[in-house]
């Protein structure tokens, strides 16, 4: 999962997968305060290991 800030929208990216099945996001926001919570709703997706 990665994130980062591109023409002043807050971009997230992650690719998750289980088993053979993939799941492909590409997230952007108008601000940076969301990226915990998209970060947080890809965690919840039961595609990867909770921390």
């Not at 999962?1 to 980062?4: E, F, S, T, V, Y």
């Not at 997230?12 to 289980?18: G, L, N, P």
């Not at 952007?28 to 919570?37: L, T």
């Given at each position: 999962?990665?994130?980062?800030e591109?023409?002043?929208?807050?971009v997230?990216?992650?690719?998750?997968?289980?088993d053979?099945?993939?799941?492909?996001?590409?997230?952007?926001?108008?601000?940076?305060?969301?990226?915990?919570?998209?970060k947080?709703?890809?965690?919840?997706?039961?595609?990867v290991?909770?921390?």
């Open positions: 999962m990665d994130d980062w591109e023409d002043g929208f807050a997230v990216e992650a690719v998750i997968r289980k053979e099945d993939h799941l492909y996001i590409h997230a952007i926001a108008n601000s940076d305060k969301y990226v915990p919570y998209l947080d709703c890809i965690r919840q997706s039961g595609f290991p909770q921390r």
